[in-house]
């Protein structure tokens, strides 16, 4: 039978890599695109797309119905520092948007299914260093508190219902093909666009706040790692801790200034520093390693020289 594929949130900053990548792989009608974004031309002829709403639960209906996916990537959500600037629509958004996918996957009989977690999922209260898998969760932002009940959430479907969840905890995700929307860890994809267009940037973290981050083909690769592996490697149902490389941004500002001579870097705080301040500086990743054979390919040079060189040709050209 043929895989059948769908990602809600197609058009954020994980689903325009994963749909792409995906659609190489499977054939493009094979990848159904779904977003709250309205489709326009350039949208539908990469694919079939669909406009949707994950609140809505009869277009959810509708769309498991018709085309009968096998496989779904649920990408839709809110980030931190959107989450809190409405905590009552992050919180709808995250977790009943997550039941009524869950929901319908179980109803219409899906295969299998990735949902993503995040770094976000620790607090203040968290060994910062090396965070280990299994360690005090004390998360105090509201996209935090949803992506760990969401995790719990995910383990109890595994367990209860047999519903084939799978998760990793993203750390900042860095590509150029889409710009991030609402998160702390933002400013690691911004300062690449500002280098090239002006070789300066004023960033709303201090220098020194290090945070785990990744190149957006290694998210890809895990994501699609996870979730086809054999289901019987994937021991943690809850969601692993996934690890590519750990930089502030006084680091980054000189990995990009081997390329670009007299980049400069200034600091505007705001309030997404209290958020970044409570999570982890790097992240201990071993039982993904172990587990399903998780291994990055990017470290920070490497991450740099391809944002520089991809972003230089679209900006320019
Ligand atoms: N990148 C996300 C954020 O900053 C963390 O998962 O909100």
Known sequence: MTTKILIIGSEGQVGTDLSSRLRDTY???NVICSDIRVADEKKLDAGPYIELNVLDKQRLAELFSTHKPSVIYHLAAMLSATAEKNPKLGW?????????VFDAALEYNVQRMFWPSSIAVFGP?????????????????????SKLAGERYCEYYFKRYGLDVRSVRYPGLIGW??????????????????????????CFLKGDTELPMMYMDDAIKATID?????SDEVKIRSSYNLAGMSFDPELLASAIRKHIAGFEISYEID???KIADSW???????????????????????MVAEMLMRLSGMIAG
């Open 280 to 302: 982890p500086k790097s992240i201990d990743d071993s039982r993904a390693r172990a587990d399903w054979g998780w291994k990055n390919d990017y470290d920070l040079d490497a």
């Open 177 to 202: 093909k889409a710009l991030p929307g609402g998160g702390t860890t933002d400013y690691a994809v911004d300062i690449f666009h500002q280098a090239i267009k002006t070789n300066r940037y004023t």
């Open 27 to 29: 054939g493009k009608n």
């Open 92 to 100: 709808e958004l995250n977790m009943d948007g997550m039941f009524n």
């Open 125 to 145: 209260g968290t060994p910062r260093e090396n965070t280990p898998q299994d360690c005090v969760m004390d998360p105090n932002t509201i996209y935090g508190i």
């Open 226 to 230: 996870i979730t086809e592996a054999p």
């Open 271 to 273: 309030q997404r520093q």
